[in-house]
């Protein structure tokens, strides 16, 4: 399943026992994909979340979606 959230797909996200659903992203995707910077926490670890991005160095970041905002699709669905 892919993630759309606020126009960015993403391919790697985690959905906790409660529904709280967050990723990594990445500080280049975060100057890609503007006017997400207050939703992110400072520190993070593993590989960027975005689809078609595997960065996986000290520059990541957590996410954590409002799920209000959130929109699951099949890996074979267009976006």
């Given at each position: 399943m892919?993630?759309?959230?606020?126009?960015?797909?993403?391919?790697?996200?985690?959905?906790d026992e409660?529904?709280?659903?967050?990723s990594?992203?990445?500080a280049?995707?975060?100057?890609?994909f503007?006017?997400?910077?207050?939703?992110?926490d400072?520190f993070?670890?593993?590989?960027?979340g975005?689809?078609?991005c595997t960065?996986d160095?000290?520059?990541?970041?957590?996410?954590?979606?409002?799920?209000?905002?959130?929109?699951l699709f099949?890996?074979?669905?267009e976006?």
């Amino acid at each position: 399943m892919l993630l759309l959230y606020k126009g960015i797909v993403f391919d790697d996200y985690n959905i906790d026992e409660n529904g709280n659903i967050w990723s990594q992203i990445c500080a280049d995707c975060l100057k890609k994909f503007k006017g997400i910077e207050h939703e992110v926490d400072n520190f993070g670890s593993g590989i960027c979340g975005v689809r078609g991005c595997t960065n996986d160095n000290d520059s990541i970041h957590y996410i954590d979606f409002d799920s209000q905002n959130v929109s699951l699709f099949d890996d074979d669905d267009e976006i």
